[in-house]
C-alpha cells in the first residue's frame, strides 16, 4: 500500500543553519504532498502542500519540491529560528483515502 | 472555514476504565471525520473515518471503537482501556475547499 519515509530524528540545529528533512514516498497513482507541523502540545498545522509534479510549496521560509522521479518531497528551509522547534510531518493524500503520515521528524534548534 | 473543537486536552485514566473522547466541526457540513493516534515513538495512526453519519470504517483492530451520531460529532470510545491506549488523539475532517483541518489533540494517559 502506499506509505511515507520520513528521516528519522531528532535533528538539533543552532539558529540560522541550514534545514533539510528527507522524505519519500511510495504510491500507485498521483498523490498530493504535505508538510505538517506540530508545535508542543498542539494538534498538526498544515505547513504547505504540493499537488503535482514539479510544485514547489512553501511557506514561512520553508520549501518543498515535489520530485516524481525520485518519489521525494524533501523539506528545506534556508535559516531556521528558534520557534521552528516542532515535530514535522510529511504526507501523502491519495483520492478517497485518508492522509498517511511519517512517522514524523524532531526539530530542535538552539539559539 | 471549518474549526474542530475536541476535548478534553488532557485525560489520565486507569487500566480498565471507559473512555469518551469527543469531536465536533464547525463551519461545513457533511466532512469525512477521522481518529488518528500519535503512539511514542511510532508516528501518526489512522484508527478511524467516517464519511456519514453512522458509517464508520475502522483501520487497526483494537478495543476501540468510533460512532458519528450526527453529521459534524465525531465519538471516539472504549469499554475498557490497555496500558497501550496511551497516546496522543487526533480528530481531523476534510471537506472540499477546506482540505484537512485538526483538533488540538488529546493526551490520554493510562495508568
Known amino acids: 500500500g502506499d506509505s511515507v519515509t520520513q528521516m528519522e530524528g531528532p535533528v538539533t540545529l543552532s539558529e540560522e543553519a541550514f534545514l533539510t528533512i528527507n522524505c519519500t514516498y511510495t504510491?500507485?497513482?498521483?498523490?498530493?504532498l504535505f508538510w505538517y507541523v506540530q508545535y508542543p502540545g498542539e494538534g498538526l498545522q498544515l505547513l504547505l502542500k504540493?499537488?503535482?509534479?514539479?510544485d514547489k510549496g512553501s511557506n514561512k521560509g520553508f520549501e518543498a519540491t515535489y520530485r516524481k522521479e525520485t518519489t521525494s518531497f524533501h523539506l528545506e528551509k534556508g535559516s531556521v529560528q528558534v520557534s521552528d522547534s516542532a515535530v514535522y510531518f510529511c504526507?501523502?493524500?491519495?483520492?478517497?483515502?485518508?492522509?498517511?503520515f511519517g512517522k514524523g521528524t524532531t526539530l530542535s534548534v538552539s539559539s | 472555514s471549518q474549526t474542530i473543537h475536541q476535548w478534553p486536552a488532557t485525560l489520565v485514566q486507569p487500566v480498565g476504565s471507559p473512555l469518551s473522547l469527543e469531536c465536533t466541526v464547525e463551519?461545513?457540513?457533511?466532512?469525512?471525520l477521522y481518529w488518528y493516534r500519535q503512539a511514542a515513538g511510532r508516528g501518526l495512526q489512522l484508527l478511524f473515518y467516517s464519511v456519514g453519519i453512522g458509517q464508520i470504517s475502522s483501520e487497526v483492530p483494537q478495543n476501540l471503537s468510533a460512532s458519528r451520531p450526527q453529521d459534524r460529532q465525531f465519538i471516539l470510545s472504549s469499554k475498557k482501556l490497555l496500558l497501550s491506549d496511551s497516546g496522543f488523539y487526533l480528530c481531523?475532517?476534510?471537506?472540499?475547499?477546506?482540505?484537512?483541518?485538526f483538533g488540538s489533540g488529546t493526551r490520554l494517559t493510562v495508568v
Open positions: 504526507a501523502l493524500d491519495q483520492a478517497g483515502t485518508a492522509l498517511i
Open positions: 504540493a499537488t503535482k509534479a514539479d
Open positions: 463551519g461545513t457540513s457533511n466532512p469525512n
Open positions: 481531523a475532517c476534510d471537506r472540499a475547499p477546506y482540505g484537512y483541518t
Open positions: 504510491a500507485t497513482g498521483y498523490p498530493s
